[in-house]
């Protein structure tokens, strides 16, 4: 009896902006040049929405491109906001033992440092999500909540300003207050428009009448024991 396994095929690597460069104020104020002399050096205003966003968007890749560049191969060690030299380790530790395990090797070892590795990576989470909790709940300091805030807007922040909207009558918005404006146009209408149908199509089914059906005991085990473990945690 022979038996057939699949090959197994060679990721193929997508190269990727490096717009993580555009924090540093060097790369900010070049990428903002380009912009300027991409808009500078516009030979005719794009006709139609969709032409419009077609320029803009060509505009600011070749601009990233330009300013930022791209990756050129994998990325070899992902380092976060909570790694730190244990979790380094213990990845590492992991890594070599799945190699060993991929050629022929025992599994335990492989099993045993994968669960060592998520028990680094759950504490170092935790020591940070701790800090940022006692900063921000620290009465000596009662503006560290305001201060989170102010990072978590200017992370999600666009790279060259404000973000633009697309209003109906298919222009688009760059001004802070000429976009929330629009939002607010946008959910006046999504929120009081009366959806119109044939009332005579409609369903003559009696409605359902009487509590919801008890759940059983016997049916909250079975989907528990279907669980993942860990997951139910």
């Not at 170092?124 to 989170?148: C, H, M, R, T």
């Not at 629009?182 to 509590?211: C, I, M």
Request: charged fraction near 35%; include cysteine.
């Amino acid at each position: 009896m022979s038996i057939r396994r699949d090959p197994v095929r060679k990721k193929v690597y997508i190269p990727k902006r490096k717009v993580w460069l555009l924090k540093e104020s060097e790369y900010k104020v070049s990428y903002y040049r380009e912009i300027q002399e991409l808009v500078r050096n516009r030979v005719a205003r794009p006709e139609g929405v969709s032409s419009h966003w077609d320029f803009l968007e060509g505009g600011l890749l070749a601009a990233a491109d330009k300013v930022c560049g791209k990756t050129k191969g994998p990325p070899r060690n992902k380092i976060s906001w909570w790694w730190n030299d244990a979790v380094d380790l213990a990845i590492r530790e992991k890594r070599g033992l799945y190699k060993e395990h991929k050629k022929g090797g025992p599994r335990e070892p492989y099993h045993a440092a994968k669960r060592k590795a998520k028990k680094e990576v759950y504490l170092a989470k935790k020591v940070i999500q701790d800090l940022v909790i006692d900063q921000v709940s620290d009465a000596e300091n009662p503006n560290g909540i305001f201060n989170l805030a102010r990072r978590i807007k200017e992370d999600g922040r666009d790279i060259v300003g404000e973000r633009c909207f697309r209003k109906d009558d298919g222009t688009i918005a760059y001004v802070d207050k000429e976009i929330r404006d629009a939002w607010k146009v946008h959910y006046d209408r999504l929120l009081n428009v009366e959806f119109e149908w044939d009332r005579e199509q409609l369903s003559t089914e009696n409605p359902v009448l009487g509590p919801p059906p008890m759940i059983a005991t016997d049916v909250v085990s079975s989907a528990i024991n279907k669980m993942k473990d860990g997951k139910a945690a």
